[in-house]
């Protein structure tokens, strides 16, 4: 279980008048995230969804307040005591193409996170890797490619195949279909929700996506100007958000959208 109190974040960005101004990009945010769950965080740009990432995975320091995972707490810890912890944490990004080395073949960019926390043998890795590209539903083939031979949906296979590589606890996705064209943004949420029954995990969706963050789980906090300013666990019906701002997304959606419908009836 990984738990935040009061997680703050600032920044300081320099004006055109050369002073400093505090960007307060998280702001006293308390976050359950339990084993085995998903979660989706669902803001507008700036919000600040980024920078919690950043912190739950311990890739930036906070500010202020505690990350506990499992009691321990994480945002006091030092680098080396980190490196351990790291392998348990993915993240998997809207870039893709900029998140592969260009300069290796799948294979190698698959290999790359289990050679850093396994030894395994060739004939074990080479097994390991080909159950991982049928997992994301590429063919065995495309291991000998290079990035730029794959299409944006095959290179964001590759990215969520490194992501569950070392069996992580928790797995953050970052925008991580955004950009992506209609038909395969589907395809890519359906894998993800397909893996997300296989491989036990704590998932958490990350998207400015209203609909997104409804289709990926029934869990999900609403974040505006660095603050969460609603949580909705085991959303039954759109009724469930009380934030205007909440209900503001939610008016958002296109009328069309047939989960938007299914909600209607069911309020
Ligand atoms: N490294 C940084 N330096 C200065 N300001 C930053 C940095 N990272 C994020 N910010 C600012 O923090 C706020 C939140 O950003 P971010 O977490 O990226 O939001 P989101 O992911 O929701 O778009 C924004 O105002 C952004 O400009
Ligand atoms: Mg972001």
């Known amino acids: 279980m990984l738990r935040t109190i009061n997680l703050g974040r600032d920044y300081y960005v320099k004006d055109k008048n050369g002073s400093k101004t505090k960007v307060e990009a998280v702001k006293n945010v308390c976050l359950t995230l339990n084993e085995n769950n998903s979660y989706s965080l669902v803001g507008e740009s700036g919000s600040g969804k980024s920078t919690l990432a950043k912190l739950i995975m311990s890739l930036e320091k906070p500010t202020t307040g ?45 290999a790359e996170p289990i050679r850093n926390f396994e030894k395994l043998t060739l004939i074990q890795e080479k097994e390991t890797i080909e159950s991982l590209i049928t997992k994301v539903e590429l ?42 064209d209609v038909t395969v943004r589907k395809k890519i949420l359906d894998l993800l929700l397909k893996l997300r029954s296989d491989i036990k995990s704590t998932y958490l969706f990350i998207t400015h996506d209203i609909d997104v963050a409804f289709y990926m789980a029934d869990n999900i906090a609403v974040m505006k100007d660095g603050e969460i300013v609603e949580y909705i666990k085991n959303i039954k019906s759109l009724n469930g958000f009380k934030h205007e701002y909440s209900r503001m997304l939610i008016d958002s959606l296109p009328p069309l959208y047939p989960k938007q419908r299914d909600y209607q009836e069911a309020i």
């Open 66 to 110: 505690e990350i506990y995972l499992d009691n321990k707490n994480i945002a006091l810890m030092r680098k080396k005591q980190l490196r351990i912890l790291r392998s348990d944490f993915q993240m998997v990004l809207q870039d893709s193409y900029s998140a592969l080395n260009p300069k290796m073949k799948i294979y190698d960019s698959i």
């Open 139 to 180: 063919p065995v083939s495309s291991l000998k490619k290079y990035p730029y031979q794959l299409s944006g949906g095959q290179q964001k296979r590759v990215c969520i195949a490194r992501a569950i590589a070392t069996n992580p606890k928790f797995i953050v996705f970052d925008e991580a279909v955004s950009g992506l």
